[in-house]
């Protein structure tokens, strides 16, 4: 095989590569985006079948007794149903971000790689002297893999103490809210 035909089947690889990865890309998006779209639309159908369900329950109340109960009741519902919406669509999210970091840290190194490929490449065919020139781009290189991946350790720390924080503060708030209606009823029963 020609050094022409060499180049052009590299070129080809590479464009192939380049698609292929971008099509992952669009993939992930749109996978996200259909489950995002799912989750609104069957928090919408939820909520507007909650909400014929409670205008029937406050409809039939009696008494500022009943009507306190049922408010406080409707209030711990709402909360939960908001609460494991939300705790869906962040996990929904959570999920793509880290398809994408996968998708963009394979690139990274698939690049790195091909970087040192095509300089050993060059080396054989390099006039005398340039080793030291290639040795220092080599290194340039890996030093720089070894910050990305640094850097991408680092973030998905970050994203996990994120990814807890956001579960604690889910749980917390629903602790709450309960905890604040069983105080009120025990107020309004007193």
């Known amino acids: 095989m020609s050094q022409q035909q060499q ?8 464009a ?13 998006t749109i996978d996200s985006l259909e489950r995002v779209t799912k989750l609104n639309l069957d928090a919408a159908k939820n909520a507007l079948e909650e909400n ?10 009696k008494d500022a007794q009943e009507a306190l109960s049922v408010r406080q009741h409707l209030a711990e519902t709402s909360v ?6 939300t705790k869906s669509l962040y996990d ?3 999920q793509a971000q880290a398809e994408l970091a996968k998708l963009v840290e394979e690139r ?9 490929s095509g300089l050993d490449r060059f080396v054989k065919s390099a006039p005398a002297g340039t080793d030291v020139a290639v040795a220092a781009v080599k290194s ?4 720089t893999a070894a910050a990305v991946d640094s850097l991408t350790k ?34 309004a029963a007193a």
């Open 140 to 143: 340039t290189v890996q030093a």
């Open 7 to 14: 180049a052009q089947q590299q070129f080809a690889d590479f």
């Open 80 to 85: 939960e149903q908001f609460s494991a919406y």
């Open 108 to 116: 990274t190194t698939n690049f790195n790689k091909d970087v040192v």
């Open 52 to 61: 014929a369900k409670n205008a029937k329950i406050l409809a039939s109340v």
């Open 154 to 187: 680092a973030a998905k720390q970050v994203a996990d103490f994120a990814d807890a924080s956001v579960k604690a503060a889910t749980t917390a708030t629903t602790d709450a809210v309960k905890a604040a209606a069983k105080k009120g009823a025990n107020a």
């Open 16 to 28: 192939t590569d380049q698609v292929e990865t971008a099509l992952r890309f669009a993939r992930v």
């Open 92 to 94: 929904i999210t959570s």
